[in-house]
T-cell receptor, first 113, second 113 residues
Framework: DAKTTQPTSMDCAEGRAANLPCNHSTISGNEYVYWYRQIHSQGPQYIIHGLKNNETNEMASLIITEDRKSSTLILPHATLRDTAVYYCIVRVAGGTSYGKLTFGQGTILTVHP | EPEVTQTPSHQVTQMGQEVILRCVPI?????FYWYRQILGQKVEFLVSFYNNEISEKSEIFDDQFSVERPDGSNFTLKIRSTKLEDSAMYFC???????????FGSGTRLTVV
C-alpha cells in the first residue's frame, strides 16, 4: 500500500470548515484513499473513501486531485466533537484484497470554541 | 447502525495468565481483524481472518496469539501467556466487502500486571 504524509496537527474554529490534507504521491491506479478518525482511544471510525472522483457523505467530503497524488478531507462545519486523530490510508480494495489497514500517526485535529 | 461489540471493555490480568478477548462482528460481514494500540502509539495490525482461517498476520502475532470463530458469531483473540508488553487497547474490526469501510469495535483495554 502506498505511503501517506499528513501534518502532525491542525486547529480549527468551531463552526468553520476543517480541511485536512494528505499526500499520497506514490498511489497506484487500483488504490483507494480511505479516511478514518479516532476519538480519544475509541475504535477508529470510518469516515469516507474514494478512488478518483470527489465523494460526499453525511460526515464529510473527500476531494482527490486529478493526478490522485493528494487529497483533502473536508468537515464542513466542525464541532467540538470532531476533535480527534484523522488518518488518511491508501490501500487496494476489491477482488481478493481485503487485507490490513496500515495506520500512520495521523493528524491531530483540535476544534476550538 | 450495525456495531461491532467487544467484551470486556477492560481486563486486568497477571503476567503469565491466559486471556480471551471477545468480539461479535457485524452479522453479514465476512472479514474479521484484530488490531492493537499501545498507549500513545499507532494502531497496529495483528491478524485478519476469512473463511475460517487466518489470511494474514503481522510479526506481532506470534505463537502466543491465536484467533477463533467458534460459533459463527463470536470472534476471539487468545493470548496464552500474557506479558507486561501486551498491555494495550485491542480492537476488533469487520468488513462487509468492496466499497465499504471497516467497522471497528470500541476496544478492550488489557492491563497486564
Amino acid at each position: 500500500d502506498a505511503k501517506t504524509t499528513q501534518p502532525t496537527s491542525m486547529d480549527c474554529a468551531e463552526g468553520r470548515a476543517a480541511n485536512l490534507p494528505c499526500n499520497h504521491s506514490t498511489i497506484s491506479g487500483n488504490e483507494y484513499v480511505y479516511w478514518y478518525r479516532q476519538i480519544h482511544s475509541q475504535g477508529p471510525q470510518y469516515i469516507i473513501h474514494g478512488l478518483k472522483n470527489n465523494e460526499t457523505n453525511e460526515m464529510a467530503s473527500l476531494i482527490i486531485t486529478e493526478d490522485r497524488k493528494s487529497s483533502t478531507l473536508i468537515l464542513p462545519h466542525a464541532t467540538l466533537r470532531d476533535t480527534a486523530v484523522y488518518y488518511c490510508i491508501v490501500r487496494v480494495a476489491g477482488g481478493t484484497s481485503y487485507g490490513k489497514l496500515t495506520f500512520g500517526q495521523g493528524t491531530i485535529l483540535t476544534v476550538h470554541p | 447502525e450495525p456495531e461491532v461489540t467487544q467484551t470486556p471493555s477492560h481486563q486486568v490480568t497477571q503476567m503469565g495468565q491466559e486471556v480471551i478477548l471477545r468480539c461479535v462482528p457485524i452479522s453479514n460481514h465476512l472479514y474479521f481483524y484484530w488490531y492493537r494500540q499501545i498507549l500513545g502509539q499507532k494502531v497496529e495490525f495483528l491478524v485478519s481472518f476469512y473463511n475460517n482461517e487466518i489470511s494474514e498476520k503481522s510479526e506481532i502475532f506470534d505463537d502466543q496469539f491465536s484467533v477463533e470463530r467458534p460459533d459463527g458469531s463470536n470472534f476471539t483473540l487468545k493470548i496464552r501467556s500474557t506479558k507486561l508488553e501486551d498491555s494495550a487497547m485491542y480492537f476488533c474490526a469487520s468488513l462487509g466487502g468492496l466499497g465499504y469501510g471497516y467497522t471497528f469495535g470500541s476496544g478492550t483495554r488489557l492491563t497486564v500486571v
